[in-house]
């Protein structure tokens, strides 16, 4: 079983220039990818995101592509280059749009914003094939590799120490349950007791074996629960398995706990005794520290 938190990063040069990908982790119903590349290129940000969804079935994934230049780093000494003849362009632009805004010049600026390649800092960027499979092989695409399977490994260290706690938590339901499953069955023999010492109460007399045996058998099958209780042992059960399993269970977790949750709700509403009503909701204080160590299973 795996956990859906996990981080992996790795480094990469290319041409020269260095280059870090960075991969974080968190739980999210499904696959939810968030690519940031230091400039937009549809065909890498493709690549990466096929190669993630080979690797990682669900979670939310926040991939950072990081061009290190700067002091020290391959692009050193590059520092900010001017496109001027963009820049005289943009010029020309925003003082034409300055007249049509009423002479505010400054308002036309902000009106066409940032534009893309006006300013680049470092060495000029590579090709997307380049960048993805570098002179050796050992472009973006090793650097992924490396960075998916750190996080692959640590989704697999927080999962193993997950499942320990999940299956904590399953044994205490599981005690509950077994004294869910004890009490019911002196049920019967309670609600007797209880409706013979109120007959004779208002009769003022004895009360008739027979009538009283029918009386304890129409509660007793209003108020049965052993239905219930034989399901929640098939949840729990299946529950095991699935923290057994290889593939991915978080989905089939959080259903069976759902099946759990609905049991538990139906024994509330049918429990008369006060014991078995406590057990009740104890055992739904376990479920909800249950479901929510379950939200980051993969």
């Known amino acids: 079983m795996h956990s859906m938190t996990g981080f992996g990063r790795a480094v990469f040069t290319v041409g020269g220039a260095a280059y870090r990908v960075e991969l974080r982790s968190v739980n999210s119903r499904f696959l939810d990818l968030k690519l940031r590349l230091p400039w937009f ?6 690549r990466i995101a096929a190669t993630v969804r080979e690797r990682v079935p669900r979670g939310r994934i926040d991939l950072s592509l ?9 692009g ?24 049509l805004c009423g ?3 400054h308002c036309a600026a902000l009106l066409i914003g940032a534009v893309p390649g006006l300013v680049t800092l470092g060495a000029t960027r590579p090709e997307s094939a380049a960048l993805w499979e570098g002179a050796k092989g050992d472009g973006l695409a090793h650097a992924l590799d490396v960075a998916l399977q ?21 044994t205490r339901l599981r005690e509950l349950a ?13 609600r007797q007791q209880l409706l013979a010492g109120r007959l004779a109460q208002l009769l003022a007399g004895p009360v008739d074996p027979q009538r009283l045996a029918q009386e304890v058998a129409l509660l007793a099958e209003r108020a049965d629960v052993s239905e219930e209780l034989a ?6 059960e299946q529950l095991e398995a699935a923290l057994r399993a290889r593939e991915p269970i978080g989905r089939r977790i959080e259903f069976l706990l759902q099946e759990v949750h609905r049991e538990l709700n139906t024994l509330a509403a049918k ?15 376990w479920l909800e520290k249950l479901r929510e160590q379950a939200q980051n299973v993969e």
């Open 66 to 74: 990081w061009d290190d230049q700067g002091p020290g780093g391959a």
């Open 150 to 170: 750190q996080l692959v490994e640590m989704r697999a260290r927080e999962g193993a120490a997950l499942a320990d706690e999940l299956r904590q938590q399953l």
């Open 231 to 236: 399901r929640l042992g098939s949840h729990f």
């Open 178 to 190: 077994a004294q869910m499953v004890a009490l019911a069955a002196q049920e019967p023999a309670r």
């Open 76 to 99: 050193a000494g590059a520092g900010p280059q001017l496109d001027r003849a963009l820049a005289a362009r943009m010029a020309s632009a925003v003082a034409e749009l300055g007249e």
């Open 41 to 46: 290129d549809g065909e890498l940000e493709s």
């Open 103 to 105: 002479g505010d010049r």
């Open 271 to 285: 429990a008369t005794a006060p014991e078995l009503g406590v057990l009740v909701l104890d055992a739904k204080s």
